[in-house]
Every structure is written in structure tokens, then in C-alpha cells.
């Protein structure tokens, strides 16, 4: 069965760092969606793409974070400079066309220190 | 201001028998529901939907019941096994599938 796969699972970094998660989707999905969840809460939308463009990325704290998704198929989400309430659990979701239901990814777990 | 809300952090349940977890949304323009089940260090899977058309959508054990009027659906889940133990989150629509708003989920325990 297919998956979104994520990379790195794991990422601990100090302040003031930059870093940044990778994102696969299900092959042929075209939207993709970047998600923050706080332990404790909901996963909340950062950004989301069709294709290649950006669909919605109004809840993007745009002084720090990027997103990109340049041939439309995997993603890339940046952090520059991380601060310590960035420290969440960072997830990747696809949906194919016409599709309401998103199939994750297994989530990049950011500690910033 | 949350416009999804599960009151309930927590369930505990006995084994076969039934789990029902609430979620209230504010939003009268909410049109498309989702649940999702999350396991530890795993990402949420798609369980069951509803749209503001129907009031209940059946799969399985689990059948969600949508009240548009009180702006409340619930997830029953029919008998309750000991691999339902998860956190459940529900999520909703406006425009048919954009922008879901996720709830802060309900932990689900399902004692053997």
C-alpha cells in the first residue's frame, strides 16, 4: 500500500538554527499539506499545495518558514531560525483529486533546544 | 477560538462495548466531516466521513452521526476492541474537502 513518506522522524536542534523536512506524497496526489501539531492539540495547517502552487498558506509564519513543491511532487518545509516553540510534531498529508480524505505521512518530530 | 472542540480528553471503555466520542463545531458553514485514529509515533489515519447532507455514514463498527442543527457529530464505535485504543481526532470542511480544522482529539482507551 502506498504511503507518504517523511524525512527526517526525528530532528533536535539548537535556537537560531535553520532545518528542514522533506515530504513524499502518494504517487499521483496532487494536493499536499504541510501540518503543525502541539502535543496536546489538533494538527493545524501551515501550507497547502496543488501541483506546485500554493493553494493556502495563510496560517505560515512567513518571517521563518518555507515551503516549496518545485516539480510538484515532493515538498519541502524550512525553518529559519527555529525557535523554541517550534518544537512540535510536523506532518505531511496528500489527497488525490476530488478527494476529501488525506493520507499522512508518519510525522517529523522537532525538538529545539 | 476553536471551531472544533472534543470536550473529552479522554474515554476509557470495556471491551465489547460501545465507544462514543463527541466533537461540537461553531462553524455553521462546515459542510465535510472526517475522523481520524492516531497511534503513537504514527501519522492519523482516515477513518469514516460524513457530508451536511446525510446524517449518518456507516463502515464497519464505526458509524458517525451528524446533528447540523446542534452542530455536533459523534463516532460510535461498535463493538470497542483493544486495537481502537488511539487518539481520535475530528476535522472539518468548509468547501467540500479545504481547509480542514482539526479538534484536539480524544484519547480513547479500550480496557480488555
Known amino acids: 500500500e502506498a504511503e507518504v513518506a517523511q524525512s527526517p522522524r526525528y530532528k533536535i536542534t539548537e535556537k537560531s538554527q535553520a532545518v528542514a523536512f522533506w515530504c513524499d506524497p502518494i504517487?499521483?496526489?496532487?494536493?499536499l499539506y504541510w501540518y503543525r501539531q502541539i502535543l496536546g492539540q489538533g494538527p493545524e495547517l501551515l501550507v497547502q499545495?496543488?501541483?506546485?502552487?500554493?493553494?493556502?498558506d495563510s496560517q505560515l509564519p512567513k518571517d521563518r518558514f518555507s515551503a516549496e513543491r518545485l516539480k510538484g511532487v515532493d515538498s519541502t518545509l524550512k525553518i529559519q531560525p527555529a525557535e523554541l516553540g517550534d518544537s512540535a510534531m510536523y506532518l505531511c498529508?496528500?489527497?488525490?483529486?476530488?478527494?476529501?480524505?488525506?493520507?499522512f505521512g508518519p510525522g517529523t518530530r522537532l525538538t529545539v533546544t | 477560538d476553536q471551531q472544533v472542540k472534543q470536550n473529552s480528553p479522554s474515554l476509557s471503555v470495556q471491551e465489547g462495548r460501545i465507544s462514543i466520542l463527541n466533537c461540537d463545531y461553531t462553524?455553521?458553514?462546515?459542510?465535510?466531516f472526517l475522523w481520524y485514529k492516531k497511534y503513537p509515533a504514527e501519522g492519523p489515519t482516515f477513518l469514516i466521513s460524513?457530508?451536511?447532507?446525510?446524517d449518518k455514514n456507516e463502515d464497519g463498527r464505526f458509524t458517525v452521526f451528524l446533528n447540523k442543527s446542534a452542530k455536533h457529530l459523534s463516532l460510535h464505535i461498535v463493538p470497542s476492541q483493544p486495537g481502537d485504543s488511539a487518539v481520535y481526532f475530528c476535522?472539518?470542511?468548509?468547501?467540500?474537502?479545504?481547509?480542514?480544522?482539526f479538534g484536539p482529539g480524544t484519547r480513547l482507551s479500550v480496557l480488555p
Open positions: 460524513i457530508s451536511s447532507i446525510k
Open positions: 462553524n455553521s458553514m462546515f459542510d465535510y
Open positions: 476535522a472539518a470542511s468548509k468547501n467540500y474537502g479545504q481547509n480542514f480544522v
Open positions: 498529508a496528500s489527497t488525490r483529486q476530488d478527494y476529501y480524505e488525506q493520507y
Open positions: 499545495f496543488q501541483d506546485e502552487s500554493v493553494v493556502d
Open positions: 504517487s499521483g496526489h496532487a494536493t
